[in-house]
């Protein structure tokens, strides 16, 4: 990789390393509302502009989307739980069409296990959370888009030790937060996995997608 390249792609990813692994240490502190949701959104929405910048052609716009949509589910999130779900909801529905444009040529039979774990067992799981059975339809609903994206990237060109990773950390993320409506309502577990899980995945996701589509233009 050229020299210049790489100071060039630095300060986007130091800038949006530098906002989530903060925010991890303010997130329970009392902010005001708007800079604390700014500041939630800024480790996410910094990515979609390194993405914007370096991955190449419509695949790259794809993935910029994606991170856009994400860091607008942080910010959503925090007033309103399915305003942030339903954004988070359409990034999947990118992502599940930039993976499988780059579907992998051939599977190993273990390899297609865990794509179909990931994709029947992520919104089954979820189903079971909730303690309030009213809200366990909704739930499954988004849990299918998100079981669908992590084993659309398992199933994909991408590199599976980096995009596909931080996809199946999205959903450990994802279903903690779930654990919440149910069995670990009262547990601390979930506040101190949830963020680090989540970001990382986005993280693992951008760069490993950005990575991969650089290599493949050249």
Avoid: N
């Avoid at 329970?28 to 800079?35: I, K, M, R």
């Avoid at 914007?52 to 856009?68: F, N, Q, T």
């Avoid at 339903?86 to 444009?101: D, E, K, M, N, S």
Wanted: with cysteine; charged share 15%.
């Amino acid at each position: 990789m050229p020299k210049r390249a790489l100071i060039e792609r630095r300060p986007w990813l130091l800038a949006s390393l530098v906002a989530g692994v903060s925010f991890y240490f303010v997130k329970d502190a009392a902010l005001a509302g708007l800079f604390k949701t700014l500041w939630k959104g800024a480790g996410v929405a910094f990515l979609a502009i390194y993405a914007a910048r370096h991955a190449p052609g419509r695949d790259g716009k794809m993935l910029s989307a994606i991170m856009v949509f994400g860091a607008a589910g942080d910010m959503a999130i925090e007033i309103d739980l399915v305003a942030g779900a339903a954004c988070f909801f359409v990034g999947h529905v990118i992502a599940i069409a930039l993976y499988t444009r780059h579907r992998r040529a051939s599977l190993t039979s273990s390899q297609q296990a865990a794509a179909v774990t990931l994709l029947l067992g992520t919104p089954l799981i979820a189903f079971l959370l909730p303690t309030d059975r009213t809200a366990a339809p909704g739930v499954a609903l988004y849990a299918f888009a998100l079981g669908g994206m992590a084993a659309a990237a398992w199933s994909s060109a991408f590199p599976r030790y980096r995009v596909g990773l931080g996809a199946v950390l999205f959903v450990a993320s994802d279903l903690l937060i779930f654990s919440r409506m149910g069995p670990l309502a009262t547990s601390a577990l979930p506040d101190v996995l949830i963020w680090p899980l989540y970001y990382l995945g986005q993280f693992l996701i951008c760069v490993g997608a950005v990575g991969f589509l650089r290599g493949r233009e050249a």
